[in-house]
Nanobody, 126 residues
């Protein structure tokens, strides 16, 4: 049974930073790609960043590129998202996701991912 549990969200002022964590348990050895998505009220879930679990290749959305860093610790089975220079429009619920579909797929699409966490709320005050 795979479980992904996010933490680290909260209320922060614009310009501030947050570090999100996603603790994975279960069949983590089968993960090929892990990612962060976010969903704001009345909007669709959108891709934020992804990392290949073995090779460490990274991909970012245009909206966070240059302001965020995705990283992973295989030994701790934990995924991170460091977010700096936060903006009001970064306010959303942030979800961790994991895929067993190999590398080279469409990392931007929610259907690529097999497992999801329940999310952690990030609120940026302007």
């Amino acid at each position: 049974q795979v479980q992904l549990v996010e933490s680290g969200g909260g209320l922060v002022q614009a310009g501030g930073s947050l570090r999100l964590s996603c603790a994975a348990s279960g069949r983590t050895f089968s993960f090929d790609v892990m990612a962060w998505f976010r969903q704001a009220p009345e909007k669709e879930r959108e891709f934020v960043a992804a990392i290949t679990w073995s090779g460490g290749s990274k991909l970012y959305s245009d909206s966070v590129n240059g302001r965020s860093t995705i990283s992973g610790d295989n030994a701790k089975n934990t995924l991170y998202l460091q977010m700096d220079s936060l903006k009001f429009e970064d306010t959303a619920v942030y979800y961790c996701a994991a895929s067993e579909m190999g590398v080279g797929g469409n990392y931007y699409h929610t259907a690529f991912y097999d497992y999801w966490g329940r999310g952690t709320q990030v609120t940026v005050s302007s």
